[in-house]
């Protein structure tokens, strides 16, 4: 059996082992196929052909699987989408050829939730800048016994809105009431059994209109796509603090980096942004009081090895036909 793991990089960088595939068939493991500089005159398409042509499975992050690649695939009976979302898969054209297709549910959500608040945090406190103030002689040379470059954000007594609240919402729900903070969460399906005095689901206008922070924890759909946008954020209190480690076109960036330039928006932290990598000309890179990470809320060598075990075993049951995790039933 050839398995081929088309881009298994930002997976596994080499702090985690393939050896467990490696039981089950003749293993073939690519850093990247979408990018690849000794091959960059060939299509991504004709790449997928040459690497895993032959290959009876296939595990796959970002690298796209078309219905017209599929069908060039012909030996091809599964797939494992390395992430949670797989719209990088045809997965009905997939469905239609008779390949199964599965993700990774659940393996990140302590993570993202403890980057949320480690992206609130920084917007709180600026600890990197002081810290970078501090070292470049600022606090030897200050005046006062102690100085602060930034205004400095308590939490405690402040609401929060969290847009989704589903698992990862939930967790960024029980860490902010853990630092004494209020939650609005809005979700279209409630389970009002969370709700208590410091919890309550609320409409999204409602949210918009209350919460001192927005944190976006939804799945990405052309319902939602760009609702973080002017007209929602006129609704929203000034000096409004906005998070997103969720997926990048649930913001308009150019209406968020509007309002951050205005003051409106008084900080906004992203994990995440529509186009990634992100481009140069991306309006945030040179918005006010916007900090932007590349991806990472994911990334904790923990929360990676759990996506590696949900993997693995995803093959295993395929092999046991007792498929799981199946996003193209």
Known sequence: MKIVVLDGYTLNPGDLSWDELKKYGELTVYDRTTYDPKEETKTIESKIIDRAGDAEIIFVNKTPLKAQTLKRLDKLKFIC?????????????????????????TYGTTAVAQMAFALLLEMCHHVWAHSEEVKKGAWTNNADWCFWNYPLIELAGKT???????????????IAQAFGMKVLAYDLYKNTKLENENL???????????????SLHCPLFESNTGIINKASIDKMKNGVMILNNSRGPLIVEQDLADALNSGKVSGA?????????????????????CIITP??????????????????????QFLDNNFINVVNK
């Open 200 to 214: 309550k689901y609320a409409e999204m206008d409602e949210l918009l209109k209350y919460s001192d922070v927005i």
């Open 81 to 105: 989408v390395l992430a949670t979302g797989y719209n990088v898969v045809d997965v009905q054209a997939a469905k239609e050829l008779g390949i199964i297709v599965t993700n990774i549910p």
């Open 269 to 289: 932290a992203v994990d995440v942004v529509s186009t990634e990598p992100i481009k140069m000309d991306n309006p945030l890179l040179k918005a006010k009081n």
């Open 295 to 316: 991806h990472i809320s994911w990334a904790p060598k923990e929360s990676r090895q759990r996506l590696m075990n949900i993997a693995v075993n995803n093959f295993k």
């Open 160 to 174: 929060i809105g969290i847009v989704g609240y589903g698992r990862i919402g939930q967790s960024v729900g029980v």
